[in-house]
């Protein structure tokens, strides 16, 4: 969403940049507060922009649907009728293209059901009577009720049986990838499940404290530090669900943002904000990664 009033700001482009880095395939353009726009030129000048702004950061600029509209207008007149239809307000019918072209342009994403089966603990609920649930999405794979699967990650891996499934309210056989679902554990302690641990088939995933990446350091302009840092660093890992504490052990330079003899001297040991390495990490605690 970008306002058509001010065109990109910073955190437009930190966004796209963010997309970018976690695999978001495909995105559609709102340019919302139309209304605040006198002249249709400027819009097409902010629309110009944003087409760019997408093509620096390797989107299909010219490809990208682009919608405009307020989203404000079209809400009041929702609330001042919400039985509204399409084609009874200008402003709701904008919001109406914007889907379609979400729906035209984004494709359905294909659900990974042949590999084996994976859920991230995103919440943990007793029930009285029944037992412990772990809830979360299915990032892959197939589960019935009556299986065996793995806790794995933060504490010593645990083997349990599937007791049930359920999803909105609804008891389930079976679930598949892109479900959210509840899964109810036999024998299994609320003590023993916490957030950012996985559900697993057995075998199929371990965990480990120790694991090598390739790392972009964001920069101050795209949201990130605004120093460079050094071996030794201890930032926060966010791994699915969880978010577990490391220290970088040693890094080398894939490619630095401003090479020079200087910044030769200090590579591999110094990663300033723009550069891009390979880095080692040490976990303070065993996390389900691969």
């Known amino acids: 969403v970008v306002s058509g009033a001010d065109g990109p700001m910073p955190q437009t482009k930190e966004h796209i940049l963010l997309a ?11 340019l919302n507060k139309e209304d605040q726009v006198d002249d249709p030129e400027l819009l097409e000048l902010v629309e110009l922009e944003v087409r760019e702004t997408l093509d620096k950061y390797e989107f299909p600029g010219d490809e990208i649907p682009v919608v405009s509209g307020s989203a404000l207008l079209a809400l009041e007149d929702l609330v001042a009728n919400p039985n509204i239809k399409r084609g009874d307000s200008k402003w709701v019918d904008k919001i109406y293209d914007l889907m379609n072209q979400v729906d035209n342009y984004i494709p359905t994403p294909e659900r990974q059901t042949d590999k084996p089966f994976l ?79 996985v559900l697993a088939k057995p075998g199929s995933i371990t965990p480990h404290k120790k694991f090598e990446a390739q790392v ?39 490619q630095m943002k401003n090479p020079s003899s200087v910044a030769e001297e200090h590579s591999n040991k110094m990663a300033m904000p723009g550069d891009r390495i390979e880095v080692t990490v040490q976990l303070i605690s065993p996390v389900a990664v691969e």
């Open 20 to 30: 970018k880095q976690v695999g978001v395939p495909n995105m559609v353009v709102f």
């Open 119 to 197: 859920l991230a603990v995103e919440d943990v609920l007793s029930i009285t009577g029944r037992g412990t649930v772990a809830t979360g999405r299915v990032e892959r794979g197939t589960l019935k009720v009556g299986e065996n699967v793995e806790l794995v990650g933060l504490k010593d891996t645990k083997a349990t049986v599937v007791t049930g499934l359920e999803m909105f309210k609804k008891t389930l056989d079976e679930t598949m990838a892109g479900d959210n679902v509840g899964v109810l554990l036999r024998g299994i302690q609320k003590k023993d499940v916490e957030r950012g641990m």
């Open 216 to 254: 972009y350091v964001l920069t101050k302009e795209e949201g990130g530090r605004h120093s460079p840092f050094l071996v030794g660093y201890q930032p926060q890992f966010f791994i699915r669900t969880t978010d577990v504490t490391g220290k970088i052990e040693s890094f080398t330079h894939i």
